[in-house]
């Protein structure tokens, strides 16, 4: 099984998460710009973030054999913090970068009016760099979130199979797959999505424009939740190709639109042999 995870915040997970899911099959993934759980109060303090996903991750994933790769933008929550504005002059010095494959995450955390004037801002600078966008659902009130989300994408006029929706639950996946918009699912332990839920989404609606991820984050998650939800779809009967599709070739669709992905390279890497770590310097704790 070859997993590309497009969602997953690597940033704050450790070496030994890199090493399981490289022995799991994960062998690309996309690592969005978020909210680190701590409000930035400078755009400085942004500037180093982003120099970590676009330097420090891509090489401490190639240490196990996975291809990093990133989307930058200022993301919802923080858009509401009039200190953390001016980041948003700091975005194309990033978006020029060959391995940011979109902008993200954008869209909304409380759909305030802040919120609207930054998503919007984003949007337009997706279009200007040729990117693909990454939205972000809001937690609470989804099902308006997602729907305002869809009316803005609409208002940018950029092109709806440039853009994932993501967070998505049962409520949502159905106005963002009629409104032609990529579909994109964070499965957790405990929150928002389960790979059995996963499994009767893909049931009703197919593989087509859907991604699935890992998210990942700082607090309780798993980054072997794709390889899980690629198991429960095989035990539900789907295919090896069905589950290549959702978990490979989808993601390499979506954000090879970037123009940004060495296809040779990744289909290389996902028919090589599985990575063994002798000799890590990272993972032994060397320098």
């Not at 939205?135 to 440039?162: Q, W, Y």
């Not at 032609?180 to 389960?194: E, V």
């Not at 290389?268 to 000799?279: I, K, Q, S, V, Y």
Request: proline share 6%.
């Amino acid at each position: 099984m070859r997993i590309f995870d497009p969602h997953i915040h690597m940033t704050s997970r450790t070496t030994d998460d890199y090493e399981r899911m490289a022995a799991a099959g994960v062998r690309a993934l996309v690592e969005p710009a978020f909210w680190l759980g701590q409000p930035r109060t400078s755009v400085g303090s942004f500037a180093d973030y982003f120099d970590s996903l676009v330097g420090w991750e891509p090489f401490r994933a190639s240490q196990f054999g996975i291809r990093h790769f990133a989307t930058i933008a200022l993301n919802p929550k923080e858009a509401n913090d009039p200190r953390c504005r001016e980041v948003l002059e700091l975005l194309p010095r990033y978006l020029d970068k060959d391995n940011v494959v979109a902008v993200g995450e954008i869209g909304y955390d409380s759909t305030t009016p802040e919120e609207d004037e930054v998503f919007a801002a984003q949007l337009a600078l997706a279009i200007a760099y040729d990117l693909p966008a990454l939205v972000h659902t809001p937690h609470r009130d989804k099902a308006r979130g997602t729907a305002r989300s869809i009316a803005v994408v609409t208002e940018s006029g950029i092109e709806p199979g440039r853009v994932v929706i993501d967070h998505l639950n049962e409520v949502t996946v159905e106005q963002v797959r009629d409104s032609g918009c990529w579909a994109g699912f964070s499965i957790y332990p405990d929150t928002k999505m389960s790979p059995p839920r996963m499994v009767e989404i893909l049931r009703k609606y197919g593989t087509e424009r859907m991604l699935v991820n890992s998210a990942a984050d700082w607090g309780r998650s798993d980054p072997l939740l794709t390889r899980t939800t690629g198991e429960a779809m095989l035990e539900a009967g789907f295919s090896d190709d069905d589950v290549d599709r959702v978990l490979w070739r989808n993601p390499i669709e979506f954000y090879g639109q970037s123009g940004r992905l060495d296809l040779a390279e990744l289909e290389g890497a996902a028919a090589g042999p599985e990575p063994t770590f002798e000799g890590n310097s990272i993972l032994r704790g060397g320098s």
